[in-house]
C-alpha cells in the first residue's frame, strides 16, 4: 500500500474488527464456568451464549441509521464506548442478568462494527487495493479470535475468577480503539453524498488517490444524481441483485458452521475425547490457522478476485465437513482426527468466506443504499450466527455430530452452485463501476 495515511486509517478503523473477534470467541473459554456458576439449565446456557449475538442482530440492523446519519466515524466512537462498558460491565457482574445486559451491550457493538466499519474502508480505498483493506477487517477479526483463545489458555489456570480477566482484557484493545478514531478523517463519500460537503470530501480524496480525485468526485455526484441522497428504499427492482446477493452470501457464511465451531470448539474437542487443556490449546490452533490463512487471503484476493477464493475455499470446507461428519459417525476418534480436519476446515474458510464476507458486502451496493445493504447483509449474517450458536447444542447433543456436521457439508454444496452460477467478479472495480453492473436502471 503505497499511501501510508490511507493505511493507518484502514488500520484504525480494523481495530474495530480485532475487538469484534475478541468478543465473538473469548466466551467459549468462560462459558462452562458461567454455567457453573450460576447454576444455568441448558436453555438458559444457550440463551447466556447468544445474548450477545442477539445484540449483534440489533446493532446489524440499525447499524447503518447512525452510519448515514451522524457519519461513520462518529458512529465507530460510540462503538468503541460500547465495546469498553460492556467488557468492563461482564467482567465484573455480580450475577446472571447484569452479565447479559453487558454482554447484550458488547454484540450491540459488534453488529454496529459490522456495518459500520467495512463500509467505511470502501469508501476510503482505491479500487485497485480495496480487496485487501477492506480485508485489513476480517484480518483483525482472526487475529481478535486468536489472542481471545491465547488469553482464554493462559489465563485458564487463574482461579475461580479466570473467566472474569478472560472478559475483561478487553478494556485495553477498546481504550486504544477510542483514543485513535480521533485521528482519522470522516469518509468522502458520506460527506459529499449525504452532506454535500463537496470541497472537504474532495481534500480527502485527493490524500487518497491524488491522480485521480477531480474524477473520483465527479463519478461520486454523477451516481448520486443518478440514485440521489439515500432517502429511497433499498427493496427496489434496480437493488434486487446487490440485495439477493448479499442475503445468500451472509447466510452461507453461517450454515458452514463456522460460528459453531468457534464457540463450542473446547465442548467439540472434548466430545472427541480430548482432555480440557488440549480441547483449549486445539482450539488456540484453530485461531491461530485462521490468522495465517486470512493472511494469506489478504495477498491473493485483488490478485485472484473474489469469487476464485470463494470456488476454492468452497470445495475445500465440502471436503473437510464431509470428513468431520464421517468421523463422527463412525466414531473414529484416534489422535488428533479431527481437530486436524477443523484446523484444515478453518484454513479453507479463512482463504475463501472469511476474507470475502465483508468485502464483497461492502462492494456491492450504490452510494446512496450502502449503508442499508451493508446493514441487511450484517443483519443477515447475525441472525443466523444467533441461530446456529443458539441451536448447535441442542442438536449436537440429539442429532449427534455426525448429522450435525453434514447439514454444514451439503449447505457447502449449495454455495458452490450459488458462487458459480450467480457470484460476479468486482476486483479491480471502483465502487461506482460496480454499481453500473449490479443495479437494474
Known amino acids: 500500500m503505497k499511501n501510508s495515511k490511507v493505511f493507518f486509517w484502514s488500520i484504525v478503523i480494523a481495530l474495530g474488527g480485532f475487538l469484534f473477534g475478541f468478543d465473538t470467541a473469548v466466551i467459549s473459554g468462560a462459558e462452562k464456568a458461567i454455567q457453573q456458576l450460576w447454576q444455568l439449565t441448558a436453555f438458559e446456557h444457550g440463551f447466556t451464549i447468544s445474548i450477545a449475538l442477539i445484540g449483534t442482530v440489533l446493532g446489524a440492523l440499525l ?10 466515524r462518529k458512529t465507530l466512537i460510540w462503538i468503541a464506548v460500547l465495546y469498553f462498558i460492556s467488557a468492563l460491565g461482564a467482567a465484573l457482574a455480580p450475577s446472571w ?3 447479559l445486559i453487558f454482554r447484550f451491550l458488547g454484540g450491540l457493538g459488534v453488529g454496529a462494527s459490522s456495518v459500520t466499519a467495512p463500509l467505511y474502508i470502501s469508501e476510503i480505498s482505491p479500487a485497485a487495493s480495496r480487496g485487501r483493506m477492506v480485508a485489513l477487517f476480517q484480518f483483525n477479526i482472526v487475529f481478535g479470535i486468536l489472542i481471545a483463545y491465547l488469553s482464554n489458555y493462559l ?3 487463574s482461579g475461580d475468577a479466570a473467566w472474569r480477566w478472560m472478559l475483561g482484557v478487553q478494556v485495553f484493545p477498546a481504550a486504544a480503539f477510542l483514543l485513535l478514531l480521533f485521528r482519522v478523517p470522516e469518509s468522502p463519500r458520506w460527506l459529499i453524498t449525504k452532506k454535500g460537503r463537496v470541497e472537504e470530501g474532495r481534500e480527502i480524496l485527493r490524500i487518497i488517490n491524488p491522480t485521480s480525485f477531480d474524477s473520483d468526485v465527479t463519478a461520486i455526484l454523477t451516481s448520486q444524481a443518478q440514485e440521489g441522497a439515500g432517502g429511497e ?3 427496489t427492482r434496480k437493488h434486487m441483485s446487490p440485495v439477493m446477493l448479499a442475503v445468500l452470501f451472509a447466510v ?4 458452514s458452521g463456522i460460528n459453531a465451531i468457534l464457540y463450542y470448539a473446547p465442548r467439540i474437542f472434548e466430545m472427541t ?3 480440557t487443556n488440549s480441547a483449549l490449546l486445539s482450539s488456540a490452533g484453530l485461531g491461530l490457522i485462521n490468522f495465517a490463512f486470512t ?7 485483488d490478485r485472484f478476485g473474489r469469487r476464485k477464493l470463494m470456488l476454492i475455499g468452497s470445495f ?3 471436503v473437510t465437513l464431509g470428513l468431520v461428519a464421517r468421523s463422527f459417525y463412525t466414531e473414529q476418534f484416534t489422535g488428533f482426527t479431527v481437530p486436524i480436519l477443523l484446523f484444515v476446515y478453518i484454513a479453507f474458510f479463512a482463504f475463501s468466506q472469511g476474507a470475502v464476507i465483508w468485502v464483497f458486502i461492502s462492494e456491492i451496493f450504490p452510494n446512496s443504499v450502502r449503508a442499508k445493504g451493508q446493514a441487511l447483509g450484517s443483519s443477515t449474517h447475525w441472525i443466523m450466527a444467533t441461530i446456529i450458536a443458539f441451536t448447535f447444542p441442542y442438536f449436537a447433543e440429539h442429532l449427534g455430530g455426525g448429522h450435525t456436521f453434514l447439514f454444514f457439508c451439503l449447505m457447502m454444496v449449495l454455495q458452490l452452485i450459488f458462487v458459480w452460477r450467480f457470484m460476479p467478479e468486482t476486483k479491480g472495480t471502483s465502487l461506482e463501476q460496480v454499481e453500473k453492473i449490479l443495479v437494474i436502471h
Do not use: E, Y
Open 63 to 72: 447499524g447503518g441509521i447512525p452510519s448515514d446519519r451522524l457519519g461513520r
Open 97 to 99: 442478568v447484569p452479565f
Open 155 to 157: 489465563l485458564a489456570g
Open 233 to 235: 428504499s433499498l427493496f
Open 252 to 255: 452461507f457464511n453461517q450454515v
Open 273 to 275: 475425547g480430548l482432555g
Open 295 to 301: 493472511l494469506l487471503a489478504m495477498n491473493f484476493i
Open 316 to 318: 475445500g470446507l465440502i
